[in-house]
């Protein structure tokens, strides 16, 4: 059975950073892309980035761009993003995905979900 567990959101005030981490069981991460999506109060799961199976390619939102990082350690089966300067419209439920179409942003290429971690940023 393949799991996805996140770890690393918290309360941070707007401006700080935090760090999200994925580590995964069941099956290795090596050779398939991985991702993030959050979903804020009453809106829909959004893209909010990838990286390939390598690690040499990744995607962002525009919204995250130049403020988030997303990484991977395939010998630790772990995906991570870090996120700095962050704003109060950053504050939602983040999610790690595995086994996606790269560059899709797309939730249905999904393969496994995590079960999200809370990230509130305060103005």
């Known amino acids: 059975q393949v799991q996805l567990i996140e770890s690393g959101g918290g309360l941070v005030q707007a401006g700080g950073s935090l760090g999200l981490s994925c580590a995964v069981s069941?099956?290795?991460?090596?050779?398939?892309?991985m991702g993030w999506f959050r979903q804020a109060p009453g809106k829909k799961r959004d893209f909010v980035a990838d990286?390939?199976?390598?690690?040499?390619?990744?995607d962002y939102a525009d919204s995250v761009k130049g403020r988030f990082t997303i990484s991977r350690d395939n010998a630790k089966n772990t995906v991570y993003l870090q996120m700095n300067s962050l704003k109060p419209e950053d504050t939602a439920v983040y999610y790690c995905?595995?086994?996606?179409?790269?560059?899709?942003?797309?939730?249905?290429?999904?393969?496994?979900w995590g079960q999200g971690t809370q990230v509130t940023v305060s103005s």
């Open positions: 995905a595995a086994d996606l179409i790269l560059d899709s942003r797309l939730q249905s290429t999904v393969g496994y």
């Open positions: 069941g099956r290795t991460i090596s050779g398939i892309h």
């Open positions: 990286i390939s199976w390598s690690g040499l390619s990744t």
